[in-house]
């Protein structure tokens, strides 16, 4: 199992921070560290404002070694998709193929109005996610010399061929918790589907693999992931007063995971594999808080390959 450090530097912290977690994330021995694409807290002031999710990846593409990096996930309505392949074609050259890209349709409407961003109607969100796809995928996957056009009701390229093109290509991860679109939109284009919060799982990911079945797609190719929101200590008490102090936001939150020790969490994970989960993306909400990231990397990381 995978085991991943995600965290939501909106809700308040400084790229310092965030260089920070991800090494200890990194020197802890997690396969991964990512970060959410939003531009306003949610439920926080959000002090000392947000941070651009492909700005912060770029920088710890080279201030990190071996660590993955990537966005769960990045908005399709934040970016063009021929910018956004070149961006993220030029952070996994800098990071040497480390670099995943996570994008879903955009669901928060008050950070798109903050910033003066379009936001569309719902039904439009996903065609633009799926044109965006295809033409990203697209782009990365035109061989040198030839060219890629794409013509369709939102985007359309004409005879581009100025993109990099990884050696490998980039997984792409495309989540959510919707029956349809969502998980047929993955089984035509991702690595790995995120089904979100650990509620319902096991009917989620056994959907997304009908779906793939009936696309002609064989859904052992593609990894199956979720979110758990993890709040751990030594003993369970020491794990509710680290929970205590990230105030209602944080409560909010761990209501839909688990608080507890080593053991709890190895609970929750053997439940998670037992549903399907070959990733799980353990939220973390304090970056600030190293010791949480090197406990999990100690009393936990060691004991997954048992699960």
Excluded at 79 to 85: D, K, S
Excluded at 198 to 211: C, E, Q, V
Aim: charged content about 20%.
């Amino acid at each position: 199992m995978r085991l991943v450090i995600f965290t939501e530097p909106q809700q308040g912290a400084t790229h310092a921070d965030l260089v920070k977690v991800a090494q200890t994330a990194e020197a802890s021995g997690f396969d991964g560290f990512f970060r959410s694409d939003h531009y306003v807290a949610m439920g926080v002031p959000g002090e000392p404002g947000p941070t651009d999710a492909w700005v912060t990846l770029g920088a710890l593409a080279v201030q990190t070694s071996r660590i993955r990096l990537g966005t769960l996930v990045t908005s399709a309505t934040f970016r063009l998709p021929g910018p956004l392949a070149i961006a993220v074609a030029q952070v996994d050259e800098m990071s040497g193929g480390r670099v995943e890209l996570g994008l879903g349709g955009g669901w928060f409407e008050r950070e798109h109005t903050a910033y003066g961003i379009p936001f569309p109607p719902l039904g439009e969100r996903f065609d633009r996610l799926a044109e965006q796809l295809e033409i990203i995928t697209g782009l990365w996957a035109t061989p040198p010399g030839e060219r890629f056009s794409f013509h369709g009701k939102h985007y359309r390229l004409e005879e581009c061929a100025s993109v990099p093109r990884p050696a490998r290509r980039p997984p792409v991860i495309i989540g959510g918790a919707g029956p349809r679109r969502t998980p047929a939109l993955a089984a035509r284009f991702a690595d790995e589907f995120n089904s979100g919060m650990p509620d319902g799982l096991a009917a989620r990911f056994a959907n997304f693999r009908r779906i793939c079945e009936q696309s002609g797609r064989d859904p052992a190719g593609v990894r199956l992931s979720t979110t758990l929101p993890v709040c751990c200590g030594p003993a369970r008490g020491e794990a509710a007063r680290r929970a205590a102090a990230l105030g209602e936001a944080g409560a909010r939150m761990l209501a839909l995971g688990v608080t507890g020790a080593p053991g709890d969490i190895l609970g929750r994970l053997a439940e998670l594999h037992a549903a399907g989960a070959d990733t799980v993306y353990f939220h973390l909400y304090d970056v600030t808080d190293l010791d949480h990231v090197r406990l999990l990397g100690r009393e936990v990381l060691p004991q997954v390959t048992d699960i």
